[in-house]
């Protein structure tokens, strides 16, 4: 029964080929994921996890790509024959593809680069979200109103790109307008107060409050207040409430322009309508 | 000698509920429905307890689950989770080879430590004084940390900390060939123990020492009890971090760098 096996298998090229393309198969996926997952290893300490990812999956689907050729090449296919005959193909499908090949290596270079990481909060054009995953072709970001928005590496490269989160503390800046009959000294006191009481505000860096020059009805002021980037949208809500509740409490007005709006009607003069004395009464005439 | 009763183990049935004041902030626990629920209230806050047999249900509660015969629980005074940053009153120079010994008053934050199933489980704790947060570092890495109010002093004055502050003896040597500005101090606690002695809190003693190789780097000495006459105290809670001897503490003494002023 063995010795039946053996001779039809020795006989017969086309299993000698499909046990081949077996062994290819078997050896080859392991290897290709092993080699991925080492180039991931390696390159999530200098690249970040998203990084190392993107890149052991450029290693993975380059090692595929060499199991699929070395398969066509048992059953026969000449590749170089099928390059060639594909040249004046591939120079279309190259036109073609440049898009994508320049996303494709844009990611790389934000790769390499790293202005930021998957989860870090970024400003690009009018879009302001969270980046989900930085892919091989474009990021996905997740808006703070929950929308997917897909930029294209090319973009990312070509336009200006903001990462909120890059450091751990961040400083909020206000501008504030108070009356010209306030004390410039008691007003920056009064901020600098504010700004030390929000709990979330640190001592330090102290927080900055800068007299910012004569307004065209306002005394202007600047405060800075340092907080880690946790705690942003919590000074930038409190904040503003504590200085105005302090300004209420010590009678600092704060000023704000006076607006009158009237029809056209109340433009016109207005009318005088003279009304003749009642005829007096002929003599004789009894009321 | 034993820690005052403040510390002791208490007993809970369901259905009761407890007040405990530590300071500025008042704790209440209430065991119901085999479960922990307990609020912490700063302040005037607390007026909202006077005269009631049971606590408001729209107090701040937080809940942990319990077993049905869970009844004991028991507070503990502990470090604040952060290092803090130390101040003396007015900045002191130490010239090379000084030494100087400082007390530092941190506020000691409440630890609820409560049966579950019963073995004693941490709940959570709550700061004695609503802390100031301030950062040591610069503004592109650093450690966010307390910033300790009362400034450190070189006497031990009762009077100058607050009931629940545990009193901490810093002493700072200058092994180095320059004189040694010390304007701030990052400190970390993780290694300090709690204990109490004639009603106060004290840590143990801890030695800095800078300036021998690397003026960046800070050794630290800690020592097993607390200092001078408080030697005797009780120990009333562990290190957070666990017991060393010997640490390093980097760029201890340094001031904020590279803070960039806005455009006028």
Excluded at chain 1, 220 to 249: S, Y
Excluded at chain 2, 60 to 72: F, S, T, Y
Excluded at chain 2, 140 to 160: H, M, N, W
Excluded at chain 2, 221 to 227: I, R, Y
Aim: hydrophobic content about 40%; glycine content about 8%.
């Amino acid at each position: 029964m063995l010795d039946d096996l053996n001779a039809l298998f020795w006989s017969s090229p086309a299993l000698q080929k499909a046990s081949r393309v077996l062994v290819i198969l078997i050896t080859g996926v392991p290897i290709v994921l092993l080699i991925s997952r080492i180039t991931a290893g390696i390159l999530h300490r200098r690249l970040g996890q998203q990084g190392g990812d993107l890149l052991a999956r450029i290693v993975r689907y380059a090692g595929y790509l060499l199991i699929l050729i070395a398969i066509l090449e048992e059953f026969g296919f000449n590749l170089g024959a099928v390059l060639g005959a594909a040249g004046i193909a591939g120079v279309a499908i190259g036109f073609a593809s440049q898009t994508s090949l320049s996303n494709l290596i844009s990611g790389l270079f934000i790769v390499g680069e790293r202005p930021f990481e998957k989860g870090d909060i970024i400003e690009v054009g009018t879009f302001t979200g969270t980046v989900e995953e930085i892919g091989l072709m474009a990021l996905t970001l997740r808006t703070f109103d929950n929308r997917s928005v897909r930029i294209p590496n090319e973009t990312l490269v070509k336009t200006n790109v903001v990462t909120v989160t890059r450091y751990p503390i961040r400083r909020i800046d206000l501008t504030i307008g108070v009356s010209y009959n306030e004390a410039i000294d008691r007003v920056m006191k009064i901020l600098r107060e504010a700004a030390e009481d929000h709990p979330a505000v640190l001592d330090e860096p102290e927080p900055v409050i800068v007299f910012n020059g004569f307004g065209e009805s306002t005394l202007n002021f600047m405060i800075g207040a340092w907080t880690t980037k946790e705690d942003v949208i919590r000074v930038k809500n409190g904040l503003p409430r504590r200085i105005k509740e302090a300004f209420d409490r010590e009678g600092i007005e704060i000023p704000f322009p006076h607006r009158v709006l009237t029809g056209n009607r109340s433009m016109e003069p207005i009318p005088v309508v003279v009304v003749p004395d009642p005829k007096p009464p002929e003599n004789g005439d009894k009321p | 000698m034993a820690a005052t009763e403040r510390w002791h183990e208490r007993t809970l049935h369901d259905g009761e509920w407890l007040r405990a004041d530590f300071g500025n902030l008042t704790l209440v626990v209430l065991s119901i429905l085999e479960e922990w629920r307990v609020a912490a209230l700063y302040g005037d806050q607390r007026q909202i307890l006077d005269g009631l047999n049971m606590p408001p249900d729209d107090l701040p509660w937080q809940r942990w689950d319990r077993g049905e015969k869970d009844v004991k629980l028991q507070f503990r005074p502990t470090f604040p989770d952060r290092p803090v940053i130390v101040r003396p009153r007015s900045a002191l120079h130490l010239s090379p080879r000084a030494m100087a010994n400082f007390f530092v008053g941190i506020p000691a934050f409440i630890e609820l430590n409560a049966h579950s199933e019963g073995q004693y489980e941490r709940l959570n704790a709550w700061p004695s004084e609503p802390p100031s947060n301030t950062w040591h570092g610069t503004p592109i890495s650093g450690t966010l940390c307390y910033s300790v109010k009362t400034r450190a002093r070189r006497q031990f004055i009762p009077e100058d900390w607050q009931e629940l502050s545990i009193i901490s003896t810093i002493e700072i040597a200058n092994s180095g060939a320059h004189t040694l500005p010390f304007e701030r101090l990052f400190f970390e606690t993780g290694h300090l123990a709690v204990f109490e002695h004639l009603g106060r809190l004290w840590s143990n003693h801890a030695r800095i020492r800078t300036g021998e190789k690397d003026d960046s780097l800070s050794g630290v000495v800690f020592g097993q009890k607390p200092f001078g006459e408080a030697a005797n105290a009780v120990e009333l809670t562990p290190p957070r971090l666990g017991r060393v001897r010997r640490s390093m503490l980097k760029e201890a003494f340094s001031t904020f760098l590279g803070v960039s002023h806005p455009h006028l």
